[in-house]
């Protein structure tokens, strides 16, 4: 039976959450995601992993598009919390300013760039 992506990652989020560290268990889930075909999809199931994991702790993913590196992250003080997540990237076509993704959905924009392409259009 081919299972659906959303499952292997429910499962694996689960397997995390469960705190287990059975490492046979981890690697019969791959070869069952293997057998399946499924390998291919191992970028997404393991993204949807995650976010199914902070969705269940009531944490998020924060993402920070920059052109330069940031210097400090002290601005997220009051909006980030404890197990939350903070990825930073740096973007040359930002130009200026700072792109805020929230869970890969809710987004900020504030970059030189959008301002441009607004502009210009």
Avoid: C, W
């Amino acid at each position: 039976m081919k299972h659906k992506i959303k499952d292997y990652a429910n499962l694996i989020s689960n397997l995390i959450d469960s705190g287990s560290k059975d490492k046979a268990l981890f690697e019969k889930l791959i070869n069952l995601i293997s057998k399946n075909g499924q390998l291919k999809n191992a970028k997404l199931i393991i993204n949807l992993a995650e976010s199914y994991y902070l969705a269940k702790r009531g944490n998020k993913k924060i993402i920070l598009e920059t052109a330069m590196p940031l210097k400090s992250l002290d601005f997220l003080k009051g909006f980030k919390r404890e197990g939350d997540i903070v990825v930073t990237k740096i973007t040359k076509e930002i130009v200026a300013g700072i792109k805020i993704v929230i869970n890969n959905q809710k987004q900020l924009d504030y970059s030189l760039q959008k301002s441009l392409d607004e502009v210009f259009k």
